[in-house]
């Protein structure tokens, strides 16, 4: 893997002067994959800020070939891609040797709506990487909740109301199911620890076939936080185990982080103001339960560690 | 599915032909879902590619929704990409149809048409691709199997063609075309590949030195130039779907226009009317000169774009036209094909009468003597000078 100061010499294949809010995660998650790919890179992003953010016509962030289509089909789109690149290469009419395919999509395009486009794309084995960005809502849309929004927390469907404190449901697992595809790559990050993040990016873009990379993308804008803290709150939510990191690779999996000191939950919770109500002294059952659930995840997780799933 | 020719002549049901088509055609990339009566043309052309006998690369994707997503992203990257769906498959569609055109991507799609749900049915009207008639695709009708076979190549010819540059959708009838065995002619490889020729994009996401962005958000400062050069392209691709059917003419023996005119000439009403009803409607006529009446048939083919002052001009000077949708717009005002071609004649210094008649719905079969039947209507119309109903349903 390449280091930092090497890293930081790689041209940018993402420019700046895109329209993604100060302190947005998402630009630095792109970078870092797009880094990660050692050849010619062609990408699609779903529907989202980040689509949204890089394209106002007539400019483009994209130094890649790059496409847009629709919300819910950034994985049909890039098989669509991926699959002409077979279908060229054959007829001679593409020459170029090795090429990698991305697909960037959010939580809501990934988790929700386009849930069955990615498990197609999976199932049929494209040559491929799928990264979420998970930030938690529909940022774009003005924050509504999706099935990756954390537990209790305020968005404007889910709002923390007279009678109803937020999200009732626990966020959907959404990398086990991918798991559950027997991909040979697969893996949760966070822009917070690059090196992890780029060691995995640079794995499963090495892999042949479908592989995946779901990773924390704090937004300030819908966890109404400080634009300058978004790493700080992509780092707690590790150190607290609300977003454990780890790979599952050929069927096994390894948790390739763990904190020497687990962070209590309430430490990533309090500065976020989608989870102020749970701080009123009559929620704090809430609280406990809500850590109670991520104790839980985390020792399910710890269990597996190292073992073949 | 092996073909063997008689007397350069081969009994193929209208999805073998069609999927034959495909085969000859070759294209780089196939995303399809199946779906009835469309599916065969899948199974068909999966068999080739499982033989070996096309390069084609197919994905077999898990949805319409993904089917198109899939054509739009193999298209922008540079490949030759065709489909197939028909009904509940291309309203799944829908969105992806009108990113395919906004995007200009040359996509041909074989629409095989069959009535939507609810309540679900599987057989013929035209409710599915008159419901995508606004989706900025290029659609062109065919009364017959060799029609749909020979708009295959006439369709990705269109597609191309860098003055267009917009998907085409051919559309024939379930089970009474898709499943009919008729003897068509085959087109001769070589003369295939000459015909359609090489694709070569001027660009595409494949090619790494050159980056593109595809789909780009707009805002209210450049959208409708977008739009406005679609719908110019669409303006354009009339001329250009003329001189695809002119060339298969020259060079095939059959030549096909914007629309097909019957009995025309002299005629003193008419009926108007898509697809395979129009041969039945045919049969109609043809019984009625016998007798001395002047009736005739005209049978849009290309109806995106609507080449509304050619088939005004076609209608000059009849007395009375029946103009027959197998779908309703649910508009309380006839059927699309109706509005548009009633519409058409309101420029012409003399207007005919003319009524709308919705028939066949659901497969609903559409016979000689329902023909007979509005031609009956029509001749009413002549004498009285009155319109009794201006739409209404029959084959009840
Ligand atoms: C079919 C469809 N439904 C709804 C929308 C509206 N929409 C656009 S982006 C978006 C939310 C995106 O959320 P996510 O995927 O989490 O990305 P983020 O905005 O957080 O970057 C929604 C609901 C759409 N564009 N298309
Ligand atoms: S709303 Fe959130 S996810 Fe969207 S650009 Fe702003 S910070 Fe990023
Ligand atoms: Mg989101």
Redesign the interface.
Same mark, same amino acid.
């Given at each position: 893997m390449a280091t930092l100061k090497e890293l930081s010499k790689q041209d940018e294949l993402l420019s700046g002067g895109h329209r993604l809010c100060a302190g947005c995660g998402i630009p630095p998650i792109v970078r870092l994959v797009l880094r990660a790919a050692n050849a010619?890179? %062609?990408a699609?992003t779903a529907t989202g800020c980040l689509? %949204?953010g890089t394209?106002?016509?007539?400019?483009?962030a994209?130094?890649?070939?790059?496409?847009?289509?629709?919300f819910?089909?950034a994985?049909?789109?890039?098989?669509?891609?991926?699959?002409?690149?077979?279908?060229?290469k054959?007829?001679g009419?593409?020459t170029?040797e090795d090429?990698k395919f991305i697909a960037f999509g959010g939580d809501g395009g990934t988790y929700d709506i386009g849930l069955?486009?990615l498990?197609?794309?999976l199932?049929?084995g494209h040559d491929f990487l799928y990264v979420c960005y998970d930030n938690g809502a529909y940022m774009n849309t003005g924050i509504q909740r999706s099935s990756a929004t954390p537990f209790y927390s305020n968005t404007t469907t889910s709002p923390a109301g007279e009678v109803i404190q937020g999200k009732q449901e626990w966020r959907k697992d959404l990398t086990r199911i991918v798991v559950a595809h027997n991909v040979p790559y697969a893996a949760q990050a966070s822009p917070h620890n690059w090196s992890d993040l780029s060691k995995k990016a640079e794995k499963a873009l090495k892999t042949k076939g479908p592989t995946f990379l779901n990773v924390m993308s704090p937004c300030p804008l819908g966890w109404y936080t400080k634009s300058e803290d978004s790493i700080k709150w992509a780092k707690l939510s590790v150190d607290t185990c609300y977003w454990p990191l780890y790979e599952v690779e050929d069927g096994i999996l390894r948790v390739t982080y763990k904190p020497k000191e687990k962070k209590p939950l309430a430490d990533w919770l309090k500065p976020q103001g989608r989870f102020k109500h749970l701080f009123k002294p009559e929620n704090e059952h809430l609280l406990e339960k809500f850590q109670a659930r991520v104790d839980l995840e985390w020792q399910r997780l710890l269990d597996l560690d190292g073992k073949r799933l | 599915m092996a073909i063997t020719m008689t007397k350069g002549q081969v009994g193929l049901t209208g999805n073998s032909a069609v999927a034959y088509a495909m085969k000859q055609i070759n294209p780089d990339v196939c995303a399809a879902y199946p779906i009835t009566p469309s599916t065969a043309i899948i199974e068909d052309f999966s068999g080739y590619v499982a033989d070996g006998a096309v390069e084609t690369e197919l994905i077999t994707v898990e949805s319409e929704h993904s089917a198109m997503s899939a054509c739009i992203g193999a298209s922008a990257a540079g490949a030759r990409v065709m489909t197939a769906t028909s009904s509940q498959g291309l309203a799944l569609m829908w969105e992806m149809l009108y990113i395919a055109s906004g995007m200009r991507l040359p996509i041909v799609l074989a629409n095989v048409n069959r009535a939507l749900s609810a309540p679900i049915n599987i057989h013929c009207d035209h409710s599915d691709s008159m419901g995508a008639r606004d989706a900025g695709w290029i659609q062109i009708y065919s009364e017959t199997v060799q029609e749909a076979y020979d708009n295959m190549f006439q369709a990705v010819r269109i597609a191309e063609n860098s003055n267009v540059l917009l998907p085409v959708m051919v559309c024939f009838d379930g089970f009474i075309t898709s499943h009919a065995i008729e003897n068509i002619s085959l087109v001769d490889d070589a003369e295939v590949k000459d015909f359609v020729g090489e694709y070569n994009p001027a660009t595409m996401l494949l090619n790494t030195d050159n980056p593109v962005t595809y789909g780009a958000m707009t805002l209210p400062d450049t959208y409708i130039e977008f739009k406005h050069q679609q719908s110019q392209a669409m303006s354009r691709s009339k001329d250009i779907a003329l001189e695809a059917g002119k060339e298969f003419g020259k060079r095939f023996g059959r030549e096909y226009g914007l629309f097909d005119s019957y009995r025309l000439e002299d005629a003193e009403v008419a009926i108007v009317i898509m697809n395979s009803a129009a041969g039945t409607t045919k049969v109609a006529v043809d019984e009625l000169r016998k007798q001395g009446k002047k009736v005739g048939v005209l049978r849009p083919r290309l109806f995106r774009p609507f080449p509304f002052r050619e088939i005004a001009n076609a209608l000059k000077g009849i007395k009375a036209i029946a103009i027959l949708d197998r779908v309703d717009s649910m508009n309380d005002f006839g059927g699309p094909l109706f509005n548009e071609v009633r519409s058409a004649l309101y420029d012409l210094e003399t207007r005919p009468k003319v009524f709308g008649r919705i028939y066949g719905l659901g497969g609903r079969d559409y016979k000689v003597k329902d023909a007979l039947g509005v031609f009956d209507e029509l001749y009413k119309v002549v004498e009285t000078g009155k319109i009794d109903t201006l739409t209404k349903y029959i084959t009840l």
């Amino acid at each position: 893997m390449a280091t930092l100061k090497e890293l930081s010499k790689q041209d940018e294949l993402l420019s700046g002067g895109h329209r993604l809010c100060a302190g947005c995660g998402i630009p630095p998650i792109v970078r870092l994959v797009l880094r990660a790919a050692n050849a010619p890179v %062609v990408a699609t992003t779903a529907t989202g800020c980040l689509e %949204v953010g890089t394209t106002i016509y007539p400019y483009t962030a994209w130094r890649i070939p790059w496409i847009h289509s629709a919300f819910e089909n950034a994985a049909a789109t890039i098989s669509g891609v991926e699959t002409a690149y077979r279908a060229l290469k054959k007829r001679g009419k593409v020459t170029q040797e090795d090429m990698k395919f991305i697909a960037f999509g959010g939580d809501g395009g990934t988790y929700d709506i386009g849930l069955q486009a990615l498990s197609g794309a999976l199932e049929r084995g494209h040559d491929f990487l799928y990264v979420c960005y998970d930030n938690g809502a529909y940022m774009n849309t003005g924050i509504q909740r999706s099935s990756a929004t954390p537990f209790y927390s305020n968005t404007t469907t889910s709002p923390a109301g007279e009678v109803i404190q937020g999200k009732q449901e626990w966020r959907k697992d959404l990398t086990r199911i991918v798991v559950a595809h027997n991909v040979p790559y697969a893996a949760q990050a966070s822009p917070h620890n690059w090196s992890d993040l780029s060691k995995k990016a640079e794995k499963a873009l090495k892999t042949k076939g479908p592989t995946f990379l779901n990773v924390m993308s704090p937004c300030p804008l819908g966890w109404y936080t400080k634009s300058e803290d978004s790493i700080k709150w992509a780092k707690l939510s590790v150190d607290t185990c609300y977003w454990p990191l780890y790979e599952v690779e050929d069927g096994i999996l390894r948790v390739t982080y763990k904190p020497k000191e687990k962070k209590p939950l309430a430490d990533w919770l309090k500065p976020q103001g989608r989870f102020k109500h749970l701080f009123k002294p009559e929620n704090e059952h809430l609280l406990e339960k809500f850590q109670a659930r991520v104790d839980l995840e985390w020792q399910r997780l710890l269990d597996l560690d190292g073992k073949r799933l | 599915m092996a073909i063997t020719m008689t007397k350069g002549q081969v009994g193929l049901t209208g999805n073998s032909a069609v999927a034959y088509a495909m085969k000859q055609i070759n294209p780089d990339v196939c995303a399809a879902y199946p779906i009835t009566p469309s599916t065969a043309i899948i199974e068909d052309f999966s068999g080739y590619v499982a033989d070996g006998a096309v390069e084609t690369e197919l994905i077999t994707v898990e949805s319409e929704h993904s089917a198109m997503s899939a054509c739009i992203g193999a298209s922008a990257a540079g490949a030759r990409v065709m489909t197939a769906t028909s009904s509940q498959g291309l309203a799944l569609m829908w969105e992806m149809l009108y990113i395919a055109s906004g995007m200009r991507l040359p996509i041909v799609l074989a629409n095989v048409n069959r009535a939507l749900s609810a309540p679900i049915n599987i057989h013929c009207d035209h409710s599915d691709s008159m419901g995508a008639r606004d989706a900025g695709w290029i659609q062109i009708y065919s009364e017959t199997v060799q029609e749909a076979y020979d708009n295959m190549f006439q369709a990705v010819r269109i597609a191309e063609n860098s003055n267009v540059l917009l998907p085409v959708m051919v559309c024939f009838d379930g089970f009474i075309t898709s499943h009919a065995i008729e003897n068509i002619s085959l087109v001769d490889d070589a003369e295939v590949k000459d015909f359609v020729g090489e694709y070569n994009p001027a660009t595409m996401l494949l090619n790494t030195d050159n980056p593109v962005t595809y789909g780009a958000m707009t805002l209210p400062d450049t959208y409708i130039e977008f739009k406005h050069q679609q719908s110019q392209a669409m303006s354009r691709s009339k001329d250009i779907a003329l001189e695809a059917g002119k060339e298969f003419g020259k060079r095939f023996g059959r030549e096909y226009g914007l629309f097909d005119s019957y009995r025309l000439e002299d005629a003193e009403v008419a009926i108007v009317i898509m697809n395979s009803a129009a041969g039945t409607t045919k049969v109609a006529v043809d019984e009625l000169r016998k007798q001395g009446k002047k009736v005739g048939v005209l049978r849009p083919r290309l109806f995106r774009p609507f080449p509304f002052r050619e088939i005004a001009n076609a209608l000059k000077g009849i007395k009375a036209i029946a103009i027959l949708d197998r779908v309703d717009s649910m508009n309380d005002f006839g059927g699309p094909l109706f509005n548009e071609v009633r519409s058409a004649l309101y420029d012409l210094e003399t207007r005919p009468k003319v009524f709308g008649r919705i028939y066949g719905l659901g497969g609903r079969d559409y016979k000689v003597k329902d023909a007979l039947g509005v031609f009956d209507e029509l001749y009413k119309v002549v004498e009285t000078g009155k319109i009794d109903t201006l739409t209404k349903y029959i084959t009840l």
